[in-house]
């Protein structure tokens, strides 16, 4: 099976070295092609993988085509690839943000399997999150084929179109948010006499720790909380300080900013 990237931009960048790291698609099994040769042809040779002359060439290699293109130029590329989905034979996979299922369909034609989707910069590491919708021609074996690439380089989770926004929020910008948090971590060590490496690799670890006991636990985190909160212990101050200073009310806050901004409100 070969894959096929329209426009290697950063995410799609991310996408591509998961996927080589995962050993879901050989090199020569990735076709990429992007406005401009000088831009995307040292990434692609770097890698081993191959090229295409036009978008149109991408889809007619392929059997998962990915538009991975900015939104404002997204129609116009479908248009030129049109001719090579029609059959309904090859899979159309979108990461681009705000274009929804029946925007694409409007153009490809409404027989032509689509998958939306909403990655995080983690796929590159194999620890992405990422949101998906698929059309009612996409089943069956040719939606495995589909999930698998994002599977294969995190998780995905099933959502209806209306809330990609809201997940962009807490898995597209939230990562940002969390290395803000490991920073914070890692400053608060260098106060405290530690090197900023040290402090940095002592946070960012304990917070991979705390997502996977999160993620391979039962019990919600208020819960695994308590278990590290002993009663009147430097742990608890420590979150009274916290909740103090306003640090869940700081959260939301942010995703509300975040998906307000998505939304098209004011900065």
């Known amino acids: 099976m070969k894959i096929g990237f329209i426009g290697v931009g950063g ?8 996927l080589l790291k995962a050993k879901t698609f ?9 406005h401009r040769l000088e831009s995307y042809g040292p ?12 978008n149109a060439d991408v889809a007619a290699a392929s059997d998962l ?6 939104p404002n130029v997204a129609s116009d590329v479908l248009q030129e690839i049109e001719a090579q989905l029609v059959d309904g034979q090859k899979t159309l996979i979108s990461i681009v943000a705000g274009l929804s299922l029946a925007n694409m369909a409007n ?10 989707t909403l990655p995080n910069v983690n796929v590159e590491v194999g620890a992405g999150m990422t949101a998906v919708a698929a059309n009612a021609h996409l089943t069956g074996d040719d939606l495995a084929a589909a999930l698998r ?3 294969t380089i995190g998780s995905t989770t099933t959502l209806a179109e209306d809330q990609f926004g809201v997940f962009s929020a807490l898995a597209g910008s939230s990562p940002a948010y969390i290395d803000f948090f490991i920073d914070s971590l890692s400053r608060a060590g260098v106060k405290y006499g530690l090197s900023k490496d040290q402090a940095t690799k002592i946070a960012a670890q304990a917070t991979l720790g705390s997502a996977k006991m999160v993620l391979e636990s039962d019990k919600i985190p208020f819960a695994l909380i308590d278990q590290v909160a ?9 979150l009274l300080a916290m909740e103090e200073a306003g640090l869940m009310t700081a959260v939301v806050k942010g995703i509300d900013a975040t998906i307000k901004r998505d939304a098209g409100g004011p900065a």
Not at 11 to 18: E, K, N, P, W
Not at 43 to 54: D, E, F, N, R, V
């Open 230 to 238: 002993s009663p009147g212990g430097s742990t608890v101050a420590g």
């Open 107 to 116: 153009v490809v034609g409404e027989n032509v399997p689509i998958l939306r």
């Open 43 to 54: 990434y692609a040779k770097a890698h081993g993988l191959q090229t295409a002359a036009s």
């Open 11 to 18: 995410m799609a960048q991310a996408i591509i070295g998961g």
């Open 65 to 70: 085509v990915v538009l991975a293109v900015t």
């Open 149 to 151: 690439v994002f599977n």
């Open 26 to 34: 050989a090199p020569s099994d990735i076709i990429v092609h992007s």
